[in-house]
């Protein structure tokens, strides 16, 4: 549907959206060491790491050669693989362009704990659709899904940068391409979408996001910002004027049930 590109939205409360950073570095040198070690070492990762649902709920065992943490854990790990570069980029574009202002209104401690508990949420609620599904599920877009809806409940009238139909630059407020970017999630999950994706994942991140964002968002940070442009207080001699800041650049296998934002499809 669109590519972000980058958003106009500056950074108030925080110098450096350090943990959204770090977040992308880990992802990326996850993917580097899964990559690097070949097909087998990658396949034992991801059974080892990614999210069986089967496994999870005792309905199912797996290989004791592919044991590497205990089972609960994947509710998390999971979220740190993916199957290939396209994966990987198109997952951290997303985090990259809205998870800083996000990151901005929770403050860094409370944005990874909302960043985690929103890739846990994806997990459980593919869990739950899926009960005893013996397909890894691998991917952030879980925790995408939610600091998605989160930027769209913060700030659905700031204007963003996208690619629509990955070919045609457009700048448009938030709310246009990220609503319909969750009516596409909800649609291809009631109907079934494509197996290789895992739509429910993205739906667990979703209402994880749109709940943590009210209770987790820093004090004095407004819901549904009216814009992104600074108000310049006028004084006796000074007319009122507004100023808006240059834009910041802020840049399946099918054997495996992983997750993508997909909207670049």
């Known amino acids: 549907m669109f590519i972000p590109l980058y958003d106009t939205n500056r950074l108030r409360h925080i110098r450096l959206q350090y943990v959204t950073i770090g977040l992308i570095v880990v992802n990326a040198l996850a993917y580097c060491a899964t990559a690097l070690g070949g097909e087998n070492f990658t396949d034992a990762a991801v059974l080892g790491l990614g ?4 496994v999870v709920h ?5 290989d004791p050669r592919f044991v590497v943490i205990p089972e609960s854990l ?3 790990t999971y979220s740190f693989l993916h199957a290939d570069i396209i994966h990987l980029g198109g997952n951290m574009l997303f985090l990259w362009v809205f998870g800083d202002n996000v990151e901005d209104a929770l403050g860094h401690i409370r944005y990874l704990i909302f960043y985690l508990l929103c890739a846990i949420a994806g997990a459980a609620f593919q869990g739950l659709v899926a009960w005893d599904s013996q397909v890894p599920l691998i991917g952030a877009s879980g925790a995408i899904a939610g600091v998605v809806v989160a930027y769209l409940i913060l700030y659905p009238r700031v204007k963003v940068w996208v690619l629509a139909f990955a070919r045609i630059p457009l700048r448009i407020p938030a709310f246009i391409p990220l609503i319909l970017w969750v009516l596409f999630q909800i649609v291809m999950f009631a109907a079934g979408g494509e197996d290789q994706i ?5 739906i667990g991140g979703i209402i994880a996001g749109a709940v943590l964002v009210l209770v987790l968002r820093s004090r004095g940070v407004p819901l549904f910002a009216a814009a992104d442009e600074d108000t310049v207080v006028p004084t006796s001699d000074q007319p009122s004027v507004a100023v808006e800041p ?3 650049t802020s840049a399946t296998a099918a054997r495996w049930g992983r997750g993508t ?3 670049p499809n």
């Open 51 to 54: 999210f069986i649902p089967s």
């Open 261 to 263: 934002p997909s909207g």
């Open 246 to 248: 240059a834009p910041e």
């Open 74 to 76: 994947s509710y998390l």
């Open 198 to 202: 895992s739509w429910a994942c993205h």
């Open 58 to 62: 005792d309905t199912a065992e797996l």
